[in-house]
């Protein structure tokens, strides 16, 4: 908020009516400074990420990217028990710098992401990487899910989702198949 709006709110809130509108406007820039300190901090907060989970020889990779804290911790347990390596970032532009660092094979993305749309998201991870996208979502119609496959999406899931098992199954079942179209591409350069 502007000087120029914080006074003119100070004019019109100068209560009782014969206090200062300069004690009021001292009065809003003071909230305005607290608010964006808190702001600040939430953002901060959204920056922590996880730790990664053991990083073995010959592990897959998944970069989880979930602003929602409980559904990252979830999904952390659910690959790291599946014997994947996992990054977790709650914040798209801190991913970003994360998957040049991390190099995944494959990118958990959320479509509610904090201050970024997820189909969005994903047609920029699949046009600057080369790494497959699972994208969540709650769309119980179908519109988002065909979206997200024009975006570049591998595969849409519905969130809540259930079957622990299953989502690492399909997960390795993408991997299978992208790795078998990369073996192909780098033969056919040959």
């Not at 952390?76 to 995944?104: H, M, N, Q, R, W």
């Not at 899931?157 to 299953?166: G, H, V």
Request: net charge negative.
């Amino acid at each position: 908020m502007s000087d120029e709006e914080l006074w003119e709110l100070a004019k019109g809130t100068a209560v009782p009516p014969g206090r200062q509108v300069d004690l009021a406007y001292q009065d809003h820039k003071r909230e305005v400074e607290k608010l964006t300190a808190t702001t600040s901090e939430w953002m901060d907060d959204l920056l922590i990420e996880q730790p990664m989970i053991s990083n073995k020889k010959g592990q897959d990779k998944i970069l989880i990217i979930v602003g929602e804290f409980t559904l990252n911790s979830d999904l952390t347990s659910i690959f790291s028990e599946g014997g994947f390596s996992v990054a977790c970032i709650s914040y798209y532009p801190e991913a970003l710098l994360k998957l040049c660092e991390f190099k995944p094979d494959i990118v958990i993305l959320d479509e509610a992401l904090p201050g970024w749309g997820g189909i969005e998201a994903c047609a920029e991870l699949h046009s600057i990487f080369s790494v497959p996208v699972i994208l969540l979502g709650e769309d119980s119609i179908g519109e988002t899910w065909a979206r997200a496959v024009e975006a570049g999406a591998e595969f849409y899931l519905r969130k809540p989702f259930s079957c622990d098992e299953s989502l690492v199954a399909r997960v390795r079942a993408i991997l299978r198949r992208y790795k078998g179209r990369r073996e192909m591409i780098e033969k056919r350069k040959q």
